[in-house]
């Protein structure tokens, strides 16, 4: 039988007990606390930086529909943005992973 422990004196009682029978103390009811899932916040992180790594790579191609006002460097069509879009691949695996309770 499962016993629990009063808060005020520390004496063990039932587990159906509303009152301690030592100090007479209304002995709380047990909550229980459910542990929500991890890595939702990588995960939205993760797409948002894929979705702003995508959309800025299209429209900064030569090859954009729409021409930009100004000049582009090469180094950020190049490096910078494909680099954006994996980090945010990387983040969205990653909150999976916590997701699934992996780690
Ligand atoms: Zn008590």
Redesign the pocket.
Known sequence: MARRQ??????F?GEDVKQ?P????A?AERVEIRKTPQGGAEIRRGLLYMLLGATFYYFTTPHSPVPMPFPIPPVVTTYMLPILFLLGLGFAIIGGMRRMGLF
Request: proline share 0%; glycine share 8%; hydrophobic share 25%.
């Open positions: 009063c808060a005020y004196c520390g004496e009682v301690c030592s100090c007479r103390e002995i």
